[in-house]
């Protein structure tokens, strides 16, 4: 983000805020004091319009990837957020949908399948209406209970998480082009790549689950050590590592609603789709839209 000048006679023409925002990391008490540097006893986030230097910083696959390019553009569009980069990746996807909106507007089309007759369409989805039901956290958001005194406590991804769950995606991609029927690869290669990506990705799914766990209690004996938690995941029975990712999934399932009711133009089938919010599709086509539309 550019170093502003003192006294700048212009500074009257600069981005000013177009919507506020209280993050959800905040009514949880994520974020230490002085993380927001507003002046908002609603400890609310101010967000700009993108600048034309965001905008390409978007259209950057490697920055999307790794997450510079979301750091910068939140650096620059949420100037009172401290540290992006300690955010929750709840609050990242509500405050890049909040971006989008204000920078290209309330539509945002979409084309969905339906999963009947296989008919194509396009759907506009309005940000508005999905920035006024943004799912917030109740009391008990985040704990597990188990059988024998045994609690668990989880807190959403962070940042860090997030970019794990990018390099998921990134590898599964890059794997699935390399595997494309015109590659040459054989069939042994094939399964041999096949088990090798499914093997990783197993292992990086388990290990972003085991960091959602921010403490374990036995008979009331807290146990916070990243190490006795690793055992205990590990040596969990089945049930009871499904209740946990069952509640993790549901707690990085607040904030932005991605669940869309529809039917399908040509066969009538009502059905949900799934918004995909994800930052490579979703501003990628945001910003086609918007060059198509000048």
Same mark, same amino acid.
């Given at each position: ?11 009257? @023409? ?81 405050l890049m949908t909040e971006i989008r ?58 940042f860090s998480q997030y970019k794990k ?12 082009? @390399? ?39 036995? @008979?009331?004996n807290v146990v916070t050590e990243p ?62 839209? @918007?060059?198509?539309?000048?």
């Open positions: 983000m550019t170093q502003m000048t003192a006294n700048n006679p212009l500074a009257g @023409a600069f981005r000013k805020p177009k919507s506020w925002v209280r993050l959800l990391g905040t009514d949880i008490g994520a974020y230490p004091e002085g993380f927001i540097t507003a002046d908002n006893e609603k400890l609310e986030v101010g967000v700009k319009p993108m600048t034309g230097s965001d905008e390409t910083l978007l259209n950057n696959p490697d920055g999307l990837l790794n997450g510079e390019s979301i750091v910068s553009v939140i650096k620059s569009c949420c100037p009172t957020i401290s540290d992006p980069t300690k955010l929750l990746h709840i609050d990242i996807r509500l909106r204000n920078s290209y507007g309330k539509e945002h089309d979409i084309d969905e399948t339906c999963p009947k007759c296989g008919h194509v369409q396009k759907k506009t989805l309005d940000l508005d209406m999905v920035l006024s039901n943004v799912r917030r956290f109740s009391d008990g958001f985040n704990v597990v209970e188990l059988d024998g005194d045994l609690e668990v406590m989880l807190h959403p991804y962070d769950i990018l390099d998921i995606g990134y590898k599964e991609s890059k794997s699935l082009r @390399a595997l494309s029927p015109d590659s040459g690869v054989s069939d042994d290669e094939r399964l041999a790549v096949f088990s090798k990506m499914y093997k990783e990705m197993s292992t990086l799914n388990r290990d972003i689950l085991m960091s959602s766990i921010a403490s374990v209690s036995l @008979a009331g190490q006795f938690i690793t055992e205990f995941f590990m040596e969990i029975d089945r049930e009871s590592s499904a209740k946990i990712k069952e509640k993790v999934d549901d707690m990085n399932n607040h904030g932005v609603q991605s669940k869309l009711d529809t039917k399908c133009q040509n066969c009538q089938h009502e059905h949900i789709i799934d918004v995909n919010f994800d930052q490579m599709s979703f501003f990628t086509r945001s910003s086609d839209q @918007a060059t198509h539309n000048r």
